[in-house]
C-alpha cells in the first residue's frame, strides 16, 4: 500500500475484498479476503492494474481499472454510481474499463482502456473536495489512465479533477475547437450508426418514417433523439426521470412509454440510451425491433447474448463502435489544438466500421459483436477474443 498525499491506494494483485474497504491504515494482505479472487472473475481479462482509492476527508471511494496501454496510456470516463457493493462496482469497471480498450481500438485512437468508478450518489453526494480527491488519485498514476466524464459525472465534475491532475479531458471547449462535453458527439455518432443499420438491415436510405424506440433521454439520448426527429424518423421514449421524458415529447413530438415496455416497442430500431446488460435472455425473447443500435455500454449481458439476437434475425449494432463518438472528441480535447471539425470527421468515419462488421457477420454467418471483438484483439495485439460467441 502506498500513500499519496490523503488519498489510500490499495493495489490488490490476488484477491480483492467483496465487503466495505478497509478505512484505515490496513494493509493488503491483512484485509479479510474472501469470495472473490479477482484474476479468476470472467470480467478481468488480463487488465494491468487495478487500483483502489479512499480519501477519508472528502468521502472518496474509487476505483481505476486500465485495461490495456498496447495503443497508449488508457483513456475512458469516470463513472458514479451507487453501488450496492464493492464486488458490483469492481465487476462494472472491469467490464467498462475492456469495453474501453476495444472502443478505443476500433476507433483508431491512440489510446488504450481504462475506466474508473466512484461509489456514491451523484445526486446527492458530490462536492468539489470529492471530485479533487478523485483528481490526485488519477494523477498517482503518472498518466497511465486519462479521465473524462461518464454517467454520474459531469464537464462541471472534471473542471474539479483538473485542479488535481492534468490526465483529465471532456472539460470546456471554446466554439470551434474539439472537446467539452462528450454527450452531444457520441449521440452523434450514434445518429450516424443508427442510419448504417437501417441502410444495411432495411435497406432504407432515410429516416423518414423509420420508427425508433430509445431507451433513456439523458445527455446522449435526448441529442439523439433530437437528430432522429429532425430527419423524420418516429420516436417512441422512455426515461425514469418525467422531466427528461416530457422534454423529448415537447420538443420532438416522441411518444412516451413506460420504462417496462420500452424494451418490446414493435419498432424498426430499438435504441439502447441508459443501461447496460438490457439484452439478456429475460429481455431478447420480448423484442419486436429489427435492429438494436444504441449508445448504452455493455447492452449484451453476456457474449451468447448476441447469438440469441442473430438467432431472431435481429441486427445488432456493436455497442463499442458505435457509441465511440464521446471518446473521439475526448480524444481530441486530449492531445489538444484539433478543431470540432476534425472530431465530426472522425465520428463520420463510424458507419464504415460498423457497416464492414455487418458485412463480414453476414458473410461468415457470425455475430456482429464475435466479429467486432476479433477485429479489437486483432488491433490490441489480443489473441483470443474473451467474450466471442
Ligand atoms: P445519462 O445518465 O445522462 O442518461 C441516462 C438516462 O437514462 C437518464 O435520463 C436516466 O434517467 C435514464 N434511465 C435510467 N434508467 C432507465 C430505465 N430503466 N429506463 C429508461 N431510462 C432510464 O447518461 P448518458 O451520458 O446519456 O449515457 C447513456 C448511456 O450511454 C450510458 O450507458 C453510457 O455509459 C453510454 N455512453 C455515454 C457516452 C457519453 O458520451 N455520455 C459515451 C459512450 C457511452
Same mark, same amino acid.
Given at each position: 500500500m502506498s500513500h499519496i498525499g490523503n488519498i489510500v491506494k490499495l493495489i490488490f494483485h490476488y484477491l480483492v475484498q467483496t465487503g466495505n474497504f478497509?478505512?484505515?491504515?490496513?494493509?493488503?494482505?491483512?484485509?479479510?479476503?474472501?469470495?472473490?479472487?479477482?484474476?479468476?472473475?470472467?470480467?478481468?481479462?488480463?487488465h494491468e492494474l487495478v487500483v483502489f482509492g479512499h480519501d477519508a476527508a472528502s468521502g472518496l471511494r474509487a476505483v481505476i481499472a486500465v485495461h490495456s496501454t498496447a495503443l497508449g496510456p488508457a483513456a475512458g470516463g469516470c463513472r458514479m454510481w451507487p453501488y450496492p457493493g464493492?464486488?458490483?462496482? $469492481? +465487476?462494472?469497471?472491469? %467490464?467498462?474499463?475492456r469495453g474501453m480498450s476495444?472502443?478505443?481500438?476500433? @476507433? *483508431?485512437?491512440?489510446? =488504450?482502456?481504462?475506466?474508473?468508478?466512484?461509489?456514491?450518489?451523484?445526486?446527492?453526494?458530490?462536492?468539489?473536495?470529492?471530485?479533487?480527491?478523485?483528481?490526485?488519485?488519477?494523477?498517482?498514476?503518472?498518466?497511465?489512465?486519462?479521465?473524462?466524464?461518464?454517467?454520474?459525472?459531469?464537464?462541471?465534475?472534471?473542471?474539479? $479533477? +483538473?485542479?488535481?491532475? %492534468?490526465?483529465?479531458?471532456?472539460?470546456?471547449a471554446a466554439p470551434g475547437? @474539439? *472537446?467539452?462535453?462528450? =454527450?452531444?458527439?457520441?449521440?452523434?455518432?450514434?445518429?450516424?450508426?443508427?442510419?448504417?443499420?437501417?441502410r444495411f438491415g432495411l435497406g432504407r436510405s432515410e429516416l423518414a418514417g423509420v420508427t425508433v424506440a430509445v431507451q433513456g433521454a439523458g445527455g446522449v439520448g435526448y441529442h439523439l433523439c433530437g437528430m432522429l426527429a429532425r430527419e423524420g424518423a418516429r420516436l417512441t421514449v422512455a426515461d425514469v426521470r418525467p422531466a427528461a421524458l416530457e422534454r423529448v415529447c415537447d420538443e420532438f413530438g416522441a411518444r412516451a412509454v413506460s420504462p417496462e415496455e420500452v424494451l418490446a416497442q414493435p419498432v424498426d430500431v430499438l435504441s439502447p440510451c441508459a443501461l447496460g446488460a438490457v439484452l439478456n435472455p429475460t429481455s431478447i425473447p420480448r423484442l419486436r425491433a429489427?435492429?438494436?443500435?444504441?449508445?448504452?455500454?455493455?447492452?449484451?449481458?453476456?457474449?451468447?447474448?448476441?447469438?440469441?439476437?442473430?438467432?431472431?434475425?435481429?441486427?445488432?449494432?456493436?455497442?463499442?463502435?458505435?457509441?465511440?463518438?464521446?471518446?473521439?472528441?475526448?480524444?481530441?480535447?486530449?492531445?489538444?489544438?484539433?478543431?470540432e471539425a476534425a472530431v465530426v470527421a472522425d465520428i463520420q468515419r463510424i458507419p464504415a466500421r460498423l457497416t464492414e462488421i455487418f458485412e463480414r457477420a453476414r458473410r461468415e454467418n457470425r455475430t456482429t459483436n464475435a466479429v467486432a471483438d476479433q477485429m479489437a484483439c486483432?488491433?490490441?495485439?489480443?489473441?483470443?477474443?474473451?467474450r466471442a460467441a
Open positions: 478497509c478505512d484505515d491504515a490496513c494493509s493488503a494482505t491483512r484485509v479479510a479476503l474472501p469470495a472473490m479472487e479477482l484474476f479468476e472473475l470472467r470480467e478481468f481479462d488480463a464493492t464486488a458490483e462496482a $469492481v +465487476a462494472d469497471v472491469l %467490464r467498462l474499463s476495444y472502443k478505443n481500438a476500433m @476507433a *483508431g485512437l491512440a489510446f =488504450g482502456g481504462g475506466k474508473a468508478v466512484i461509489i456514491g450518489d451523484s445526486s446527492r453526494a458530490k462536492t468539489p473536495q470529492l471530485f479533487e480527491a478523485f483528481g490526485r488519485f488519477v494523477d498517482s498514476l503518472g498518466g497511465r489512465y486519462i479521465t473524462a466524464e461518464d454517467v454520474g459525472t459531469t464537464v462541471a465534475d472534471m473542471a474539479s $479533477v +483538473a485542479r488535481a491532475t %492534468r490526465y483529465v479531458s471532456g472539460l470546456g475547437e @474539439a *472537446g467539452g462535453d462528450p =454527450g452531444p458527439k457520441t449521440a452523434l455518432g450514434v445518429h450516424l450508426g443508427i442510419k448504417a443499420a437501417v429489427r435492429i438494436v443500435a444504441g449508445a448504452a455500454n455493455n447492452q449484451l449481458a453476456q457474449g451468447q447474448d448476441g447469438s440469441a439476437l442473430k438467432a431472431a434475425g435481429i441486427l445488432y449494432a456493436p455497442d463499442y463502435v458505435i457509441n465511440a463518438g464521446g471518446i473521439i472528441s475526448v480524444a481530441h480535447e486530449y492531445r489538444g489544438g484539433g478543431s486483432e488491433r490490441l495485439g489480443r489473441h483470443s477474443p474473451p
